[in-house]
């Protein structure tokens, strides 16, 4: 699995010298956060990218590259994943979309990208994704172009079903000043799916929290087992619990709906915590970076009187106490105050 993030070199299939090529966004994605590796622009058209030859014979590829990254239309991806059998790569993430999220029925290019990746052994994240963002090595392989100079280390792993969520995740925590380890853009999950990326981030030594943005949850049994289990704490965001949304939801990953009050009480028991946005999840970040609480008796302090009565409402659902403060801290606080119209009182 660290081959995903820590690739020592990577070939990326369906790179063109053309403005609207998309497959050289990978490459200079990774350049900008600053990946070391050597990466290996494969495409129909010869050319140069970024400094790089464009491979246009894939059997003169070295042998054992670490990570393909494949953005080529789905009727090719199983002959290029054969050719990535053929040269020891094991690692893939395959970025094409046209799967069963566009046509459930019978699938044939999907069948065959399965069964040659079984064959060879190949492990892959997707289809329909953006794979992967890794500060720690620089590795950054979403196809849209990304201002990845200024994504921020950091404890949070994120584990994400949407491409575009997964992009404005990194944009956001990034704005929020909260940094992360990895990103990680699953798709449609027809390989490696939450299960083993939770797996592998609970073990993680860069990786402090655990953040997840889902669309379905398959193996719900083994997600709430290894959440009790894990020491690090887990912060889902769950989408796709109405009727509009599902329709929309399986026509984006082909994911399907879970009966949203069965999901909410299997994540409580489990001691995940729920949010209901990306905000949320910065929010939780940054609590969960605090110090942990020894009690729940709070001195609360706000900025206007209406937010104290707010953070009073608050604390109070949230089985809080705001006992009184005690007269020596309070004559202190007094010695602070201008106009002498602030009440002393807790929330303050």
Not at 2 to 21: L, Q
Not at 98 to 121: H, I, Q, S, T
Not at 310 to 318: K, P, S
């Amino acid at each position: 699995m660290r081959k995903f993030f820590h690739p020592s070199n990577m070939a990326v299939f369906g790179v063109a010298a053309n403005s609207r090529n998309l497959g050289k966004n990978i490459i200079s994605n990774s350049l900008e956060m600053g990946f070391k590796g050597e990466i290996y622009p494969v495409g129909r058209e010869p050319g140069n990218v970024h400094g790089r030859r464009i491979i246009t014979d894939p059997g003169s590829l070295p042998d054992g590259i670490d990570l393909a990254v494949i953005l080529i239309p789905a009727g090719f991806v199983a002959e290029t994943l054969e050719i990535c059998g053929q040269k020891g790569i094991r690692h893939a993430i395959i970025s094409t979309g046209g799967f069963r999220e566009l046509d459930d029925r019978d699938n044939p290019a999907e069948k065959d990208m399965v069964n040659v990746a079984r064959r060879y052994g190949i492990r892959f994240i997707g289809p329909n994704c953006i794979g992967v963002i890794c500060t720690g090595s620089g590795l950054c392989t979403p196809f849209n172009p990304m201002r990845a100079g200024k994504f921020k280390k950091g404890p949070v792993g994120l584990i994400v079903q949407s491409g575009g969520v997964t992009t404005q995740c990194a944009y956001y925590f990034s704005e929020e000043h909260v940094g992360f380890s990895k990103i990680i853009s699953m798709g449609n999950k027809l390989d490696l799916d939450e299960i083993d990326f939770l797996n592998y981030l609970i073990c993680d030594e860069d990786t402090e929290q655990i953040h997840m943005y889902l669309e379905s949850i398959e193996y719900g049994r083994e997600l709430t087992r290894l959440a009790k289990t894990s020491k690090k704490p887990i912060v889902i965001f769950k989408s796709n619990v109405s009727k509009t949304a599902s329709k929309v939801a399986y026509s984006h990953t082909a994911a399907l709906s879970n009966d949203d009050r069965i999901v909410d009480c299997a994540l409580k028991q489990a001691g995940i915590v729920r949010v209901e946005g990306i905000h949320h999840m910065t929010v939780a970040a940054k609590a969960l970076q605090l110090p942990p609480l020894r009690g729940n008796r709070l001195a609360v302090i706000s900025l206007s009187g209406g937010f104290s009565v707010i953070l009073g409402d608050a604390c109070e659902r949230y089985g809080f106490k705001c006992p009184p403060l005690p007269r020596k801290l309070i004559n202190q606080i007094e010695g602070f105050r201008r106009a002498g119209v602030i009440r002393m009182s807790n929330p303050m």
